[in-house]
T-cell receptor, first 112, second 117 residues
């Protein structure tokens, strides 16, 4: 049973436009939500996170929005660049332990 | 430079052989983790350790074993009991804040791709 769901396996966007990656969750006890970026044959790298007490966190071109009532978060990348092409994983941290719960990932392709 | 080093990056083994993947970190992190990634499966937790000489099973521990004799090192052995060992293996570490907030951020190595022939 997936507690963290990324329902779009892939997304294609034109360079310069906005990329929106979505993530839904079922457990209202998550404390933190994180986004990781992964290139093929490499380990994931941390991108941005948001506490469950916030509804927005911004870092340069990356913004994460959290809608607790809908149990939904999204990652916005604007403007999108070809180097953003990667798999993006959404992950959530429960308040009672330290094991991250991972989504299955969304593969983003930014076309020049 | 501080980081996590996994070796080897690529490994081929015959069916029935045990194989050990190395993971070393110089970040002074207390917690270390092993994940497995298969196409379309995301990241699945194999084992994790929050302190030297202690470790816990993750979601898919069967057929794997670990040790944590030193803070810096967390090797993973893929035994012959693992039914489908061909995969991309990722090691990660994280600090455990004492009294502070745990934000869940993990630092990953480059991964090791194991292919069983």
């Amino acid at each position: 049973d997936q507690q963290v769901k990324q329902n779009s396996p892939s997304l294609s966007v034109q360079e310069g436009r906005i990329s929106i990656l979505n993530c839904d969750y079922t457990n209202s006890m998550f404390d933190y939500f994180l986004w990781y970026k992964k290139y093929p044959a490499e380990g994931p790298t941390f991108l941005i996170s948001i506490s469950s007490i916030k509804d927005k966190n911004e870092d340069g071109r990356f913004t994460v929005f959290l809608n607790k009532s809908a149990k939904h978060l999204s990652l916005h990348i604007v403007p999108s660049q070809p180097g953003d092409s990667a798999v993006y994983f959404c992950a959530a941290l429960p308040g009672n332990n330290r094991k991250l719960i991972w989504g299955l990932g969304t593969s983003l392709a930014v076309n020049p | 430079d501080g980081g996590i080093t996994q070796s080897p990056k690529y490994l081929f083994r015959k069916e029935g052989q045990n194989v050990t993947l190395s993971c070393e970190q110089n970040l002074n992190h207390d917690a270390m983790y092993w994940y497995r990634q298969d196409p379309g499966q995301g990241l699945r937790l194999i084992y994790y350790s929050q302190i030297v000489n202690d470790f816990q099973k993750g979601d898919i521990a069967e057929g794997y074993s670990v040790s944590r004799e030193k803070k810096e090192s967390f090797p993973l052995t893929v035994t012959s009991a693992q039914k489908n060992p061909t995969a991309f293996y990722l090691c990660a570490s994280s600090p455990i804040p004492t009294g502070g907030l745990n934000t869940g951020e993990l630092f990953f190595g480059e991964g090791s791709r194991l292919t069983v022939l």
